[in-house]
C-alpha cells in the first residue's frame, strides 16, 4: 500500500459569493493515476484551481493535505514547490517572456536548477518527445499558441519540473486525436512512482491511454461515486444520468 | 579610510554619494554673474559667452511651460549652475582620483566594459574627468570627446553646427541649458566612416543642489553611422535636481545615427531634455530611449526629417514608480516627401506612479507619400497608478499613411497565477510580466545594457506586491 500524497477532507469552496464545492473527499495515492469525471458545472475545474490555490477561489470548509504537509494556508507558488502542478484548461499568454526563460524561472524558483547545457539538452528532448518544433523555445509563453501548441507547451512544462502530482484540467479537451495521443503519450512516459496525475475530463477518450487506477465522478460539488477504470467505460456507454441518478437516489 | 569602506560596504540602493571634491562651483542661483563666470572659467571665445547671455535672457522672458508634468517644486534660485569636480581634464585611467573611480566602480565601468568599448566618457559633475577613444576611431578621424574641449580644438566645425538643431529660445529648458551648459559629449564621424562599436557615456549628478545641463552634439557626415549610448545613474538627495540636457544630432545625406539612452536620475530630479534630430536626404535616425528615474521627466526625441527618404525610429519605454511622473513621447516632423517614421512606446505605472504619452506628428504639404506608424502601449501595475496618450497629429498633406494604436492594460490576475503555479512568487511573477512588457525595448539595448535594466526593473518591482 504506498502513500497517500494528496488527501481532501469535507472540502468546501466558493467563487465570487456561490458556493461550488460542496464537502469533496478524495484520496490520491503516491503515483497512481485518478481521473475526476463529472458533466459540465460539476466543480471540477474549481477543484483543480482551488487545490492550485488561485486567489478567486475561496475555501470555506474542510482541508487538503499535500505530502503530509496542509496545503491551504500555503499561496500557489508555495504549493508548487511542494511538488502540486496543474495543466492548465486555459493556459495565460505571458508576451515578452520566452518559453526558455519562463521554465528557468521556474526551475530556479523550486530549486532544480541546473547547468544551461544540461538543462538545454533535455529541453531539447522533451520538446521533440512532445514534437514541439525547437522555434517555440524563444517564442512567448502561450502567445498565438493554438489550443493543441499551448496544451503540449504544458505538457512540456509538466516533464522540465517533474512535480509530485500533476492536475490534468481537461487537457484533452480541444484536441484532435493525434494531438491527444501525443499528450497522452507525454503524460503516461512521465508518470510512475514518483509522480501521480489527476485528470480531470468529461470525456474518457483520454483514459484509454492513460489507464486510471481509480475514476472518481464529481456531481453538484460532490465526489457522489468511486470506482476502476470500469466506471469510465459505463459512462462512454451509458452517460452520466445512471451514475448520477442512482448516486442522487442513494445519498437522498 | 574607515568612512569609506564602511560606504562600500552598504548595500547597493539607487543612490549613493561620495566625498564631494569639487574645487570649482559658482554661487547658487541664476544671474548673468553666474553666467560670465561659467565662460570665463572656461576660457570660452567671445561668441559662446553672447551666446550664452542672450539665451539667459530668453530663459528669464519664457513662462514656465504648465501644458506637462508639474513643475511647481523647481526652485531656480536654489541650485548651483556650475561644478568643476577636478583640475584638468584626465586621458588616463591613472590620474582619476580615487574616491570618482569608486563611484565608477559601483557603476561597474569600466572593468566591465572598456574591453569593447569605443571610449568612456564619464561625466562626474559638470565635466567629464575621463575620456579615452580607442585609437583606430583617432585614426577614422572620428571626434569624440566632451563637448567643452569640441569647442576649445574644433571651434570652426563646432559653431557651424551648435545651437542650429535646437535654438536657444526653442523652450524655457533648452534657453537654460544654452545659458549654463558644461559637458556632455561632442562627436563628429567623416564621410563614409562606420563606427562599429558604441560610444558611451556615463553621466552622474554628485553634488547637492547641482544642476546638469551638459550638451550634446552629433554629426555624422554623408554615408557615415554611429551609435551613441548614454546611461544615467544618480545618488539620492534630500533637496530637488534639476537636469536639463540638450542633445542635438544632425544626420547628413545617408547617414545613420542611433542614439541610446536609460536615464536612471534619483526620484528627486526633475529631468527636462530637449532632444532633437535632423534627418537629411536618405538619412536614418533612432531614438532609444528608456526613462526609470527622476521625480519628473519631460522628454520627447524628435526628428525634423528634412530630406527626402529620410527615415525616423523612435523606440521609449518608461516606469513611473511611487510620487514619479514620466510624461515622455516623441515628435515626427516629415517636411520632405518620401519620408518615414516609426514610434514605439511602452510604459508601467506603479502605485502613485503615472506615465504619459504624448507625441506629435506633423505632415507639411509638400510631403508626399509619408508613412507614419505610433504605437503606444501602457501597463497599470494597480489601481491607483495611472497613464494617459496625448497624441497630436497636424496633417496638411492627403498623401499620407497614418497607423496610430494605443493600448493601456493592467497586469493579469489570471497571469500572475499561471506564473506563480509554476512556483515563481508573486514578486518575481510581476517581474516577468514587467520584463517582458518592456521586451521589444530591451532587444534594442546591447546585452549589458538589457541585464542592467532588467536589474533595475527587479529592484523596482520590490515591494510591488502588498
Known amino acids: ?252 | 579610510m574607515a568612512i569609506q569602506a564602511k560606504e562600500l560596504t552598504k548595500d547597493y540602493q539607487f543612490g549613493f554619494s561620495d566625498i564631494d571634491v569639487s574645487v570649482f562651483r559658482t554661487a547658487k542661483g541664476l544671474s548673468p554673474e553666474v553666467v560670465a563666470s561659467i565662460s570665463q572659467h572656461k576660457s570660452e571665445p567671445e561668441w559662446m559667452l553672447k551666446f550664452r547671455l542672450k539665451a539667459l535672457d530668453h530663459f528669464r522672458k519664457r513662462p514656465m511651460p504648465t501644458w506637462g508634468a508639474d513643475l511647481s517644486g523647481l526652485d531656480f534660485e536654489n541650485i548651483y549652475y556650475y561644478v568643476k569636480p577636478v583640475e584638468e581634464m584626465s586621458r588616463s585611467w591613472d590620474d582619476v582620483p580615487d574616491s570618482i573611480k569608486q563611484t565608477f566602480d559601483r557603476l561597474g565601468i569600466p572593468q566591465a566594459e572598456r574591453q569593447f568599448l569605443a571610449g568612456v566618457s564619464a561625466q562626474y559633475d559638470s565635466e567629464v574627468v575621463y575620456h579615452s577613444i580607442r585609437e583606430d576611431l583617432e585614426k577614422q578621424g572620428v571626434l569624440f570627446s566632451d563637448c567643452d574641449t569640441g569647442l576649445r580644438e574644433h571651434e570652426e566645425l563646432f559653431r557651424k553646427y551648435f545651437g542650429t538643431v535646437i535654438p536657444p529660445n526653442d523652450n524655457k529648458f533648452a534657453a537654460l541649458n544654452s545659458a549654463v551648459w558644461s559637458g556632455g559629449s561632442f562627436v563628429y564621424v567623416p564621410k563614409g566612416v562606420k563606427v562599429d562599436i558604441p560610444l558611451q557615456a556615463y553621466f552622474r549628478i554628485n553634488s547637492d543642489n547641482m544642476g546638469q545641463f551638459e550638451r550634446t552634439l552629433i554629426i555624422a557626415d554623408e554615408g557615415s553611422s554611429v551609435h551613441y549610448i548614454e546611461g544615467c545613474t544618480a545618488p539620492n538627495y534630500s533637496s530637488d535636481s534639476l537636469h536639463s540636457a540638450v542633445v542635438e544630432l544632425v544626420a547628413h545625406k545617408g547617414a545613420k545615427i542611433r542614439y541610446t539612452t536609460i536615464q536612471n536620475w534619483s526620484d528627486n530630479v526633475y529631468n527636462l531634455v530637449t532632444k532633437r534630430a535632423i534627418a537629411n536626404e536618405n538619412a536614418t535616425v533612432e531614438w532609444i530611449d528608456g526613462n526609470l528615474g527622476s521625480k519628473v521627466t519631460m522628454k520627447y526625441p524628435s526628428v525634423y526629417l528634412m530630406g527626402e527618404g529620410a527615415h525616423a525610429e523612435v523606440m521609449s519605454a518608461a516606469f513611473a514608480g511611487n510620487g514619479q511622473h514620466q510624461d515622455a513621447g516623441s515628435k515626427a516632423i516629415h517636411v520632405a516627401p518620401n519620408t518615414t517614421s516609426n514610434i514605439v512606446s511602452r510604459s508601467i505605472s506603479k502605485g502613485t506612479g503615472r506615465t504619459s504619452y504624448r507625441g506629435h506628428i506633423k505632415v507639411l504639404p509638400k510631403a508626399h507619400n509619408v508613412k507614419v506608424s505610433v504605437r503606444c502601449d501602457a501597463l497599470l501595475l494597480d489601481e491607483e497608478s495611472r497613464s494617459d496618450t496625448y497624441p497630436y497629429m497636424d496633417i496638411d498633406n492627403p498623401d499620407v499613411t497614418i497607423g496610430h494604436e494605443a493600448s493601456v492594460s493592467k497586469v493579469g490576475e489570471d497571469q500572475i497565477f499561471y506564473l506563480t503555479s509554476r512556483g515563481i512568487t508573486e514578486q518575481d511573477a510581476t517581474a516577468l510580466i514587467v520584463n517582458g512588457f518592456f521586451e521589444p525595448f530591451v532587444k534594442e539595448l546591447p546585452m549589458e545594457y538589457a541585464v542592467e535594466l532588467n536589474r533595475l526593473l527587479a529592484l523596482s518591482m520590490e515591494g510591488a506586491i502588498g
Open chain 1, 1 to 252: 500500500m504506498s502513500q497517500t500524497v494528496l488527501s481532501i477532507s469535507g472540502l468546501r469552496a466558493t467563487v465570487e459569493g456561490k458556493e461550488i464545492l460542496k464537502g469533496v473527499d478524495l484520496q490520491v495515492a503516491q503515483g497512481e493515476i485518478h481521473a475526476l469525471m463529472g458533466p459540465n458545472g460539476s466543480g471540477k475545474s474549481t477543484l483543480a484551481y482551488t487545490l492550485m490555490g488561485h486567489p478567486k477561489y475561496v475555501v470555506t470548509g474542510g482541508s487538503v493535505t499535500f505530502g503530509g504537509e496542509d496545503l491551504l494556508p500555503l499561496t500557489a507558488d508555495a504549493r508548487a514547490r511542494l511538488g502540486l502542478f496543474l495543466c492548465f484548461q486555459y493556459p495565460t499568454a505571458i508576451p515578452g517572456v520566452s518559453t526558455v526563460n519562463f521554465l528557468r524561472a521556474a526551475l530556479r524558483a523550486q530549486g532544480k536548477e541546473m547547468p544551461a547545457r544540461e538543462f538545454l539538452n533535455r529541453l531539447s528532448t522533451e520538446m521533440k518527445e512532445l514534437k514541439i518544433d525547437e522555434s517555440f523555445r524563444s517564442r512567448y509563453i502561450n502567445d498565438g499558441f493554438s489550443g493543441g501548441e499551448k496544451k503540449r507547451m504544458e505538457i512540456l512544462q509538466l516533464a522540465m519540473l517533474r512535480p509530485k502530482l500533476a492536475i490534468l484540467d481537461e487537457t484533452d479537451s480541444g484536441l484532435d486525436v493525434d494531438a491527444l495521443r501525443t499528450v497522452a503519450d507525454g503524460v503516461m512516459r512521465l508518470c510512475g512512482p514518483d509522480m501521480g496525475v489527476l485528470v480531470i475530463t468529461h470525456y474518457p477518450r483520454i483514459l484509454e491511454h492513460l489507464h486510471p487506477d481509480r475514476v472518481h465522478v464529481l456531481h453538484d460539488g460532490r465526489v457522489v461515486t468511486s470506482g476502476g477504470a470500469d466506471l469510465a467505460r459505463q459512462i462512454e456507454r451509458e452517460g452520466y444520468e445512471p451514475i448520477l441518478g442512482t448516486a442522487v437516489a442513494a445519498t437522498a
